[in-house]
């Protein structure tokens, strides 16, 4: 597929992982010690150019994040850096919460992995950490002080998703010698507490990038170019796809559709179909030439479009995915 569509916004992208986030109307990056908002990003102003809102932090920013806790009357942008995490209203224009990083953790430590996750009548919204890769819990509705988990992962996260049920999965680093990563699947108890129910260590060298849970499934990123997807229920891993030549930035799930994009160091965005059976079938490979990728979205009416940023690109890409 050819360059598509670019949505000019004069601001480049950070070069960190899972750079760029959707909330169906809006697109949100990171952009050094910023958080750049694109009004109608993701809808009518596709290909049209922007003037971003630009929310300014006291540190380098590590994540930005639309998220929808389920029992919450409405959806908030988390923003990660290297001291907090700050829960905006959708809009970027009203910081609701300020969540300090915890001073029992190592130097040098920041945020990094956000995700929000219910059990009961209760919604929570999990930030991972680098240095000791504790979680840190904060109610998605009530707010209040943060309650820090220690002892679940090995290392840092890299980073956070949920899925139905009261599942929280964190992709981590861990203390092999051969830098392997893993992924842990939790459960949430009755009280909101994180219980790991097992920890998936990669056989080979590589970092999980990035992850998303969509049904039964988790769909992991990594550093090596390889897709690999987890079964929820039986633990095992179902498929694993080489999908690019080098460092795979991000990974990110359609809502309603079945298909997952990635955005790569190699400047191809690729898009996948699960079939049934939990077989993976390659739609198209995306292509920005000359571009370091480093986020990707679904965007458009229903998601019909694919969205990219790039460390060196001041622009969002975009394209349309023909036949969904």
């Known amino acids: 597929a050819g360059m598509g569509e670019k949505t000019p916004t004069r601001v480049t992208a950070s070069l960190i992982f899972n750079n760029l986030s959707s909330n169906g109307i809006d697109l949100v990056y990171a ?7 694109v009004p109608n ?26 998220l929808q806790p389920p029992l919450s009357p409405s959806p908030v942008l988390a923003v990660l850096t290297h001291h907090q995490g700050l829960l905006y209203s959708p809009d970027g224009k009203r910081i609701l919460l300020s969540v300090a990083l915890p001073t029992s953790l190592p130097p040098g430590s920041y945020l990094r992995g956000v995700a929000a996750c219910t059990t009961g009548n209760a919604s929570y919204i999990f930030f991972g950490t680098s240095g000791n890769g504790d979680l840190l819990r904060v109610n998605a509705t009530l707010f209040g002080d943060a309650t820090e988990f220690s002892n679940l992962c090995s290392g840092a996260v890299s980073d956070l998703d949920s899925g139905e049920g009261g599942v929280l999965v964190a992709a981590a680093a861990t203390n092999a010698v051969n830098g ?56 095992f891993c179902t498929a694993v796809v080489t999908a690019h030549a080098r460092w795979i930035n991000a990974l990110e799930v359609h809502p309603s559709s079945g298909m997952f994009a990635c955005a790569a160091e190699d400047g191809y965005v690729s898009v996948w179909r699960v079939l049934r059976g939990g077989k993976l079938a390659h739609i198209k490979h995306l292509h920005a030439p000359d571009c370091h990728l480093t986020g990707v979205a679904f965007v458009g009416q229903g998601g019909t479009g694919v969205a990219a940023t790039a460390y060196d690109c001041d622009a969002v890409m975009s394209w349309r995915i023909e036949g969904m």
């Open 180 to 235: 392997t990563s893993e992924v842990v699947l939790m459960s949430l108890g009755a009280d909101g507490a994180p219980v790991v129910s097992a920890r998936l260590p990669e056989a080979a060298p590589g970092l999980c990038t990035s992850l998303r849970v969509l049904g039964g499934t988790v769909f992991c990123a990594y550093s090596t170019g390889h897709i690999r997807t987890i079964d929820l229920k039986t633990r």
């Open 31 to 37: 952009h050094s010690h910023e958080a750049v908002l």
């Open 41 to 66: 990003g993701a809808g009518p102003a596709l290909g049209m150019p922007a003037t971003p809102a630009r929310m300014r932090c006291k540190s380098a920013v590590t994540q930005v994040r639309f």
